[in-house]
């Protein structure tokens, strides 16, 4: 990150003249050099938070770690407030109440600490839905790093994909699917997970590996039992490189999860889930997208496997330096596991367990201040079909979200 950050500087103190005067107004800096191709998006938000913590070292604070070898403290947080406006449409029968409601979607409170270069601490709690978004210990070297504590599992590129930075507000329906707890439809096969995790990089190719508890955290006990008393493992690794006007990223990701598959958990039904992603920025323009699919043991049924597989396309373009513009697409085949419109569209209320979903949202940002201050909204469209026991054959949810973000 030093040659990184030394080229931002140099680049910045060019155009700015002055380095307080960059660390003051970095946002429309760092996403003008994204867009460059200078910098990546998780380039950028690593330098967004060191330049906070530089203009945090110049300033007086109040703030006094309760450690002495506390070299740097950091205090951040995060508000969403979110509507949700749908409703839902079944086929030959009864709809369900429609979602009409104001909620405050996350309540981030962080806290980080650093103990020289090397260690590091980051407690993020999230009030809103009562969990730890982070709670790892980390060691430094260079490119490399350690975390040991509570993370996210490194599978699922829209998963891993900042909550601060999603365009379409919401993940796709695949990716929740996928990612989200095991419902007997959803996969939970990825997401907050305790454990050992390592990460690195040498030249334009990163890489990585986890060994965790295979459970989600909050979906099962503290303690080893017959549904989680082994180990997962995960390894991820991909290329990123520059472009004339831009930059792009490709991986890979895979996860071993012993005892999490079939329709409840239990020993012997094993998980399975496999990722692959891409992602390249032209100018105004990005367009993203990822492929997941498993093998779940038991999956259908307790005699029938389930190997479920979807993919998500985003395009987002930058209308003006404020107003950027964001469609997406996703499509979910369960093959015979089942998904209810509310497994996938968030606040969507229920249509019944289907085979298929396929969900669409087009909407817009407005960059108050980029991502630290900003107002998006969008139409969501979703349909499931292909009757699953008895539900019926079709049906549709739409209508509008919208979303206010501040960060600090």
């Known amino acids: 990150m030093l040659n990184l950050k030394s080229k ?36 950028a938000e690593e330098l967004r938070a060191e330049l906070l913590q530089d203009v945090a070292a110049a300033t007086p604070v109040m703030a006094v770690p309760g450690a002495k070898p506390v070299t740097k403290l950091a205090l951040g947080a995060r508000l969403q407030i979110q509507y949700a406006g749908l409703s839902t449409d079944i086929a030959n029968a009864a709809d369900p109440a429609d979602t009409n409601h104001f909620f405050l979607r996350r309540v981030y409170l962080v806290t980080k600490a650093s103990f020289g270069s090397n260690w590091s601490m980051n407690i993020t709690y999230d009030a809103a839905e009562s969990l730890f978004d982070a709670a790892v210990v980390q060691y430094k070297n260079g490119s490399n790093t350690v975390d040991i504590g509570l993370r996210k599992a490194p599978l699922g590129f829209e998963e891993l994909t900042s909550s601060g930075s999603l365009k379409a507000i919401e993940r796709s329906g695949v990716t929740r699917y996928f990612i989200e707890p095991n419902n007997g439809r959803r996969l939970g096969a990825s997401g907050y997970r305790i454990g050992l995790f390592t990460d690195g990089s040498v030249g334009n190719f990163f890489y990585g590996a986890a060994v965790t508890n295979p459970e989600r955290v909050g979906s099962s006990t503290d303690n080893g039992n017959a549904t989680n008393n082994n180990q997962a493992y995960w390894a991820h690794g991909g290329f990123k490189g520059k472009l004339a006007e831009g930059a792009f990223t490709v991986g890979a990701a895979v996860g071993l999860l012993p005892d999490q598959g079939g329709k409840t958990l239990g020993a012997g039904n094993d998980l399975t889930i496999w990722s692959l992603y891409g992602d ?34 985003l395009a987002s373009y930058k209308i003006t330096p404020k107003l950027e513009g964001v469609v997406r697409y996703s499509s979910l085949d369960t093959d015979g596991r089942g998904v209810n419109l509310s497994d996938s569209v968030r606040s969507a209320p229920g249509g019944g367990t289907m085979d298929k979903l396929d969900e669409f949202f087009v909407g817009a940002n407005y960059y108050i201040q980029g991502n630290d201050l900003k107002w998006q909204f969008g139409y969501v469209y979703g349909k499931s079909e292909d009757t699953i026991a008895g539900a019926p054959a079709e049906a549709e949810t739409s209508g509008l979200r919208s979303q206010f973000q501040i960060n600090f």
């Open 8 to 43: 931002l500087f140099a680049t910045a103190a060019f155009l700015l003249g002055s380095s307080f005067a960059i660390a003051q107004d970095s946002g429309p800096l760092v996403e003008a050099l994204v867009r460059k191709g200078i910098l990546t998006g998780q380039e």
């Open 280 to 313: 390249i920025t032209a100018g105004n323009f990005q367009l993203s997208a990822e492929y997941l699919t498993a093998d779940v043991d038991r999956g259908a049924s307790a005699t029938v496997d389930a190997s479920p597989s979807g993919y998500w396309v």
